[in-house]
C-alpha cells in the first residue's frame, strides 16, 4: 500500500514537471512597441527607394533614389515628445511635437512670420515621422500572432491618395544587430494619384519590419508594392521597393 502511494506521488510530480496538468496553462507574453524616445535620442536612417515599370515589352527604372534621415528627439515627457527631422544634412524648418500613440500635437516653425506649411504637407510629414518611428502600431500590447489595421504613406513627392491601410502581424521574437527586436510583416492595397496623376494605380504591398523591443523603434523595414497603370491605352505593370534601415553607429541614446 505505502509503495502504491509512492508511486502515485512520483507519477503527480512528474507529470506536474512535464506539464501533464491540464489546469495549468501558460499565459501568453505581451510586447510593448510602442515608440518610447528620451531626449537627446538620435535615429540616423538610410532610406532608398527604386520604381520601374514594364509595357510587357520594355522595362524601364528611375534613378535609385537615396538619402540619409536623421530624427533628433529634442524632448520627450510621458505623453508626448518633439523632434526636429533632418534630411541628408539640412533640417526642416519647424519641430514636430508628437503624441505617444503618433499623433500630432503641435508644430512650431522656426520662423513664425513665414508661410505656414500646408494642411497636405502638415499631414505627410507627420504620417512620415510616424511610419519611421514606428509609432503607427500603437500604444496596445502585442503579442506573437496578433495583427491589427496601421496606416502607411507611400513617399510619392507630393503624392495624393498615397495613405492605405496595412495589416500588422507580430510574427516572432528574435534578435536584429544583437538586439531584441519584433519581426512585424505587413500586407494590404490601396491605389496612388501622383501628383498631376489622372490615373491612379492600384497597389498590392508587402513587408516586413523589425522593432527594437527596448525602445520601439525601427531598426528595418522593407517594402514592395506592385500594381498596374495605364500609359496610352496599354496596361503598364508598376513596382516600387522601400528599405529604411536604422544605422546604429551614427544613433544615440538608444
Same mark, same amino acid.
Given at each position: ?11 503527480? $510530480? ?9 489546469? $495549468?496553462?501558460?499565459t501568453p507574453t505581451e510586447y510593448d512597441l510602442t515608440f518610447r524616445p528620451v531626449t537627446g535620442m538620435r535615429l540616423a536612417h538610410d532610406v ?13 527604372s528611375a534613378p535609385k533614389q537615396s538619402s540619409k534621415r536623421v530624427i533628433n528627439i529634442v524632448a520627450a515627457d510621458t505623453e508626448s515628445y ?5 534630411? /541628408?544634412g539640412t533640417a526642416v524648418p519647424f519641430v514636430m511635437t508628437m503624441m505617444r500613440d503618433g499623433t500630432l500635437k503641435r508644430l512650431a516653425p522656426? /520662423?513664425?512670420? +513665414? ?27 502585442? =503579442? ?8 502607411? =504613406?507611400?513617399?510619392? @513627392? ?29 500586407? @494590404?492595397? %490601396?491605389?496612388?494619384?501622383?501628383? +498631376? ?7 498590392? $504591398?508587402? +513587408? $516586413? #519590419? ?16 506592385? +500594381? #498596374?497603370? /495605364?500609359?496610352? @491605352? ?7 521597393? #522601400?528599405?529604411?534601415?536604422? /544605422?546604429?553607429?551614427?544613433?544615440? %541614446?538608444?
Amino acid at each position: 500500500m505505502k509503495g502504491w502511494a509512492r508511486s502515485t506521488c512520483l507519477l503527480v $510530480i512528474v507529470a506536474a514537471a512535464f506539464g501533464g496538468c491540464s489546469a $495549468i496553462t501558460a499565459t501568453p507574453t505581451e510586447y510593448d512597441l510602442t515608440f518610447r524616445p528620451v531626449t537627446g535620442m538620435r535615429l540616423a536612417h538610410d532610406v532608398s527607394m527604386e520604381v520601374s515599370a514594364s509595357d510587357g515589352q520594355e522595362r524601364k527604372s528611375a534613378p535609385k533614389q537615396s538619402s540619409k534621415r536623421v530624427i533628433n528627439i529634442v524632448a520627450a515627457d510621458t505623453e508626448s515628445y518633439s523632434v526636429r527631422v533632418s534630411v /541628408n544634412g539640412t533640417a526642416v524648418p519647424f519641430v514636430m511635437t508628437m503624441m505617444r500613440d503618433g499623433t500630432l500635437k503641435r508644430l512650431a516653425p522656426d /520662423n513664425p512670420n +513665414g508661410p505656414a506649411p500646408t494642411e497636405e504637407q502638415v499631414a505627410t510629414a507627420s504620417t512620415m515621422l510616424k511610419d519611421a518611428v514606428g509609432a503607427g502600431l500603437g500604444t496596445m500590447p502585442w =503579442r506573437v500572432g496578433s495583427s491589427r489595421e496601421v496606416a502607411l =504613406r507611400i513617399p510619392v @513627392g507630393a503624392a495624393k491618395g498615397s495613405e492605405m491601410k496595412l495589416r500588422a502581424t507580430l510574427r516572432r521574437i528574435t534578435k536584429f544587430e544583437r538586439r531584441p527586436a519584433a519581426e512585424l510583416t505587413l500586407d @494590404g492595397a %490601396g491605389t496612388i494619384a501622383g501628383q +498631376g496623376s489622372s490615373v491612379p494605380v492600384l497597389m498590392s $504591398i508587402s +513587408g $516586413i #519590419q523589425w522593432t527594437d523591443l527596448q525602445t520601439g523603434a525601427v531598426l528595418l523595414s522593407t517594402m514592395t508594392a506592385t +500594381g #498596374q497603370s /495605364n500609359s496610352g @491605352g496599354r496596361p503598364v505593370d508598376v513596382e516600387m521597393k #522601400q528599405e529604411e534601415r536604422l /544605422n546604429l553607429r551614427a544613433s544615440a %541614446g538608444l
